[in-house]
């Protein structure tokens, strides 16, 4: 007879619950916000300094590279071990700020990683799931548009610092805005023009709607930026400093020669550093991304597999996307799937249709968002329950609750396209979703809207210029006094995701004795986690390795089976594959079990001849 | 008797040692054969710098050349790095102009590359051919003296050394050190590069493997069993079975070969209709992510004045364009001016074929002549060189007697390892052979000559197309005191546009200018004439003495319309990114 020991088993079942709902409830509870604000480059630096000096065994910071601005393009690891254990962990990519008008996102991740430290310091529990994966963070991927919100005038822009010819005359940057004003702010102005594009809204004369001709609308404002015609080319401020959208700059559904894109895909220092980041880890499973793009707020369409290039995710991978959507509306407390669409070029697109791993992408925050929220609060606290999950400390949604019209939850450019498409279609229901974000902002940041305010332009002596309208960030970037419920909400979809990683396991291995010193080895590679081992998407594309099954023990000892054994994805929720192999005895075999996304195990086994 | 015969054998020898006294006093003079040569067609017999193209050299050889180029011909070149490869050879870049002729930096550009795949050598004694023979002809033969006045041409003769260098110094395949040499995990085993190819008896050749087998359903040849094997028939046994290129499983896997050094193609990694390794194999993870593909891009970019490119590979005697896929952009208007200087390529190369990537050959994702034109708007060839139909002179195919005959005679079988026996550590009992690593894709060394120069032939008249813009015409008229009608002919008679279609819908390079300036003058409206019989012209919008033109069209003119005011002289500059600068003046009557 023969008998067999176990050694060095690794896997504890201490986790009998999903990991996501042992996370928000121990991360949750953690101290609350207070206070949030947005930082510029120096305070990000200095607080992110802070956090890796007050936890040097589970905060690592490092610059990835410096913007073309000169500055730090941070990157924040949390995670227990050596760089090289780290990386070998089923992982979790936090992208903020790639969009350098996302300040939001940025203020999250930054809250995101003080939280997740704070947290494992007082609980065991959450150091110990540091010590089995690993949180990677980039707080602002574009730090040095970042840095246009913290500088007077401030002027809102999404690019980089690269110089660009955005109108094609072989010059760069030579006709940006400028603050003619004097009041800090580079904002709208509207030029009396018969050929211009807008008439005033008869329901709201601060705001403008598109003249449409087959209306009979006679153009009464032309819109520009503030500004003058710095290279007398009769077009105002059609070249301003950077630069390029790094969110556009990769290479899935590029958009070429748009001067938001950049030269070609990944040209720039920073989207670079981020890609060549990104393939360094191939641990990352899953990566959600803080930006215009969104595949939460509403799942995105699939597609069977096939198809190349494809077009839509894999029909496969949808139900994961479904999923994770319904848990990131309940987190900020949406009560149904709004509109949402990703963009060209993408750098959560190119996660998840080039590199093959579960990608999620959303804004923050949104004036459409939260109104949304606060109509689905209102319409709770009306219908007599309390959402559970909106007792987090909010802003006063209060005058908010009494629209019943749906509308377009995409920016002021698709009012006009949602409203033809829309029923009726009425003078009256044209610019309803403005006027509706319009009146948000009276009540909660009445600053963010600028009264129109005549001007006399320099270019333009014989005409009636007006100078106001949104100001800069306004419609991107929460109010502060917002920011902490916002981070609240965030943290806890966030928290909830790293519970979300695949993580393998193996049970324990059957021995049976075939007779004449022969055995039959059976190993169970389980996943314990909640993502599969790949999407298809990641099988697809080969990017992500396979689950490979490595016998260390002399070769001719295996008489059937292989020495590596390479597996299909795993499911998780206790997906499982089976390897047999027959054994000749006697001698130790260690048996080392490595995924791509979901980390490795391994175990010494020992075939012993029973005297 | 017998001391007769050593009497006269003495004697003999005594007179055979005196003739050869004599016959050593009469050998030819010694010295340099150079200095006795007279030209043949195609180059003068003196050389400043001696080079023999008749065999190939490696990363450093190349480099030598230029170098000894550069410090020949000091006014005609300039030689610097353009980047490093993975391992950190230099990308070496000989820029071939007049320097003292105009201002090099405003010339028509031809950007020149070659060896993108490591084994594809030969490419880069074209190049660096071209370099030799244009530095050795300027001012003996008017049409190189007039291109290196007018153009300037970047000539980077390998643009993968590491895996050009790997295919000289190692034993490979003629088909093997194709990538570059990031390492690349091929097998998904979590190592890279861990199982390449072996030469396993250390001939210095990797072969094909090859093992008895009753079973087999491959057999020799059944005429030339030496060099050809060849599949049994589908109611014949064979005798072999092919186990593939010469080699060990390293790392005890099972497999044989299965990750190789790199693992990757560079001409896929190019930032045009980029698709990822899954659809298109070798991509590498995005558009430029290679340090040589991104350091030749930024080279390009940094370079406006690049009109036209060729990069040459080999094999097959193929003229390719793009697009490299089906439904890839190609404006009509393009791809007729591509598809004649091909044709003319066609008429220059014997065997060779003009050809379009997608249709012709096989679909390319993220090649680097896609990106040439369809982001930088650029005319680019790639060019197959060399054709087993040169060795065989036959255009119809590659004929098995030929072929038998050029190696068994022509090259007294040289090519060729005879199969032999090796007793393999996985397989057993093997043999090895086949042909060597510069045998297929390479031409033999007196044909390498003519291939270097009947390609360059072709690319230097493809730089000569390049646009060459003059003021042909500027006729005046007065209408009043000082008010003139100037009408300004602008001209291009080379085929190449001043800007290709892609170029002017896509606004890639800036829209070509025609100033009109004057101390003593003010341009009060200008236009483009659109009918020169009816005197029709389209008005310009804004700052009429700076008027903008989308292209000069090839072997065509463009003409302008300027009202002028006032006096004295007329300053006239025609201002091309690809076309360069042209000016004229004119005393207003």
Sequence with gaps: MTRWRLRNCPFDSRYSSPLWLWMTVLIVTCAALSGSDYVDHSKLSAQLRQFADQHPQTVHLTPLAQSTGHRDLWLVELGVGSEDERKSRPALLLVAGIEGNDLTGSAVALAFVERLANSADQDPVVRDLLRQNTVYVLPRVNPDAAES??????????????????????????????????????????????????????????????AEKARGDKAVWKLLTEGIDNDRDEQWNEDPPGGVNLNRNFPYRYAYFDHHSGLHPVSEIESRALADFFVRRPNIAIVFTYGMADNLIQTPKSEPGGKRPPTAIQEADEPYYKELGKVYREAVGLNKELTGASEPGTFSDWVYFHRGRFSLAAKA??????????????????????????????????????????????????????????????????????????????????????PWKVFPHPDLTNRTVEIGGWAPFALTTAPTNTLDAICEKQIRFLTNLVGRLPRIALRQPKITPLGNGLFELKLQIENVGYLPTALAQGTLTREVLRTRVVLGMDERRILAGRKTTFLGPIAGSGGMEEVRYVIRSPGPCSIEVVSALGGSARQTIEFKEEQ | MNRKRILSAILWTGWLGMISAQEAGRLPASGNPASHAYSALGLPATRKVDVEWNRFYDHAGLGTILEKLHRAFPDLTRLYSVGKSVEGRDLWCLEVTAFKVGNCQRKPGMYIDGNIHGNEVQAGEVVAYTAWYLCHQYRQLAKVTDLLDRCVLYLVPTINPDGRDRWFHEAQTPHSSRSGLRPVDDDGDGRADEDDVDDLDGDGSIVQMRIRDPNGRWKPHPQFPDYFMVR???????????????????????????????????????????????????????????????????????????????????????????????????????????????????????????????????????????????ARGVVPYTTELWTSRNANRRADGEGRDEE?????????????????????????????????????????????????????????????????????????????????????????????????????????????????????????ASGIVIDRFASRVTPSKRRPERLEIDAIPGMDVIRTQFLLSGSGTMRVAVDSAHGGIVTAERVLP
């Design chain 2, 404 to 524: 038998v005959t050029f190696l068994q005679h022509v090259l007294l079988e040289e090519g060729l390892v005879q199969w032999h026996a090796f007793d393999h550590p996985t397989y057993g009992k093997v043999e090895l052979g086949g042909t060597k690593k510069n045998w297929g894709r390479t031409p033999p060394s007196f044909l390498l000559e003519e291939e270097c120069h009947r390609n360059m032939a072709f690319t230097l008249y493809h730089a000569e197309q390049m646009p060459r813009l003059a003021i042909p015409e500027i006729r005046l008229e007065k209408l009043d005191e000082r008010l003139y009608k100037a009408w300004i002919t602008v001209a291009n008679d080379r085929v190449i546009p001043t800007r290709l279609e892609q170029d002017v819908r896509n606004h890639i390079s800036p829209p070509d200018t025609v100033t009109v300036t004057g101390d003593q003058l003010k341009v009060l």
């Design chain 2, 232 to 374: 049994a028939a589908p109611d014949e046994k064979g005798e072999y079975t092919l186990l593939g290129w010469e080699g060990l499983d390293n790392d005890g896997d099972g497999e044989v070969n299965e990750d190789p050094a790199g693992g990757y193609d560079m001409n896929r990694n190019w930032a045009w209709d980029w698709q990822p390794n899954y659809i298109q194999h070798g991509a590498m993870e995005y558009p430029f992510s290679l340090p040589e593909t991104r350091a030749l891009s930024e080279f390009i970019v940094s370079h406006p004045n690049i009109a036209a490119a060729q990069s040459y590979h080999n094999a097959g005697g193929m003229i390719l364009r793009g697009p490299g896929r089906e439904g890839g952009i190609i404006q009509p208007q393009d791809e007729s001016v591509m598809q004649f200087i091909a044709s003319r390529g066609e008429k220059m190369l014997p065997y060779y074929r003009s050809m379009v990537i997608w249709k012709d050959l096989y679909t390319v994702w993220g090649g680097e002549v896609d990106w040439l034109y369809g």
């Design chain 1, 149 to 210: 919100y913290f500088l007077r005038p401030r002027q809102e822009r999404a690019g980089t610092s690269t110089p660009t010819d955005n109108d094609h005359d072989g010059l760069t940057d030579e006709d940006g805005p400028e603050d003619l004003n004097g009041d800090g702010l580079i904002t709208s102005m509207r030029v009396a023009d018969p050929d211009g594009e807008y008439v005033p809204d008869p329901n709201e004369p601060r705001l403008l709607l598109r």
């Design chain 1, 365 to 450: 925050w949104s004036p459409w968002m939260q109104i949304e929220i606060d109509k689905a609060r209102a319409g709770a606290d009306r219908d007599g329950k309390t959402n559970r999950l909106d007792t987090a400390k909010d802003s006063n949604p209060k005058g908010t609750n009494q629209v019943s019209t749906p509308v377009p939850t995409q920016g002021p450019g698709e009012t006009a396209k949602a409203v033809k498409d829309g029923p009726g279609g009425s003078a009256d229901k044209r610019g309803e979703s403005e006027r509706e974000i319009l009146k948000w902002f009276d009540t909660h940041a009445p600053e963010a809207y600028l």
